[in-house]
């Protein structure tokens, strides 16, 4: 069975920081894809990273390019995120997916595109 259990989130200033961690069990990690979305409010859910196992790849949505840091480690089964420079609009509830194939420029943003998916972990950046 599949789980994957999200950690790390929390309230921080406008310019603050943050590491999201996703600890993943029952797959093989180093063979799935495995991406960050989250859901602001009122908003839909949307793809912010992604690791795509394909080359090495990894993808980031334009809003977030510079400032969050997909990362992993595959002695833990862990997924990271780490998140610089946080601004308001980052505020949202924030998921780990998992999908066991592999991911390419035009769909690793897609909610569509996973299979399992985690719980959230709240982020609140205030101004």
């Known amino acids: 069975q599949v789980q994957l259990v999200e950690s790390g989130g929390g309230s921080v200033q406008a310019g603050g920081s943050l590491r999201l961690s996703c600890a993943a069990s029952?797959?093989?990690?180093?063979?799935?894809?495995m991406a960050w979305f989250r859901q602001g409010p009122g908003k839909e859910r949307e793809g912010v990273a992604g690791n795509g196992r394909a080359l090495g790849r990894t993808y980031y949505a334009d809003t977030v390019k510079g400032r969050f840091t997909i990362s992993e480690d595959n002695a833990k089964n862990t997924l990271y995120l780490q998140l610089n420079n946080l601004k308001p609009e980052d505020t949202g509830m924030y998921y780990c997916?998992?999908?066991?194939?592999?991911?390419?420029?035009?769909?690793?943003?897609?909610?569509?595109?996973?299979?399992?998916w985690g719980q959230g972990t709240q982020v609140t950046v205030s101004s």
């Open positions: 997916a998992a999908a066991p194939t592999i991911m390419w420029w035009y769909n690793w943003h897609l909610t569509s595109s996973y299979n399992y």
């Open positions: 029952g797959l093989s990690f180093s063979s799935y894809s």
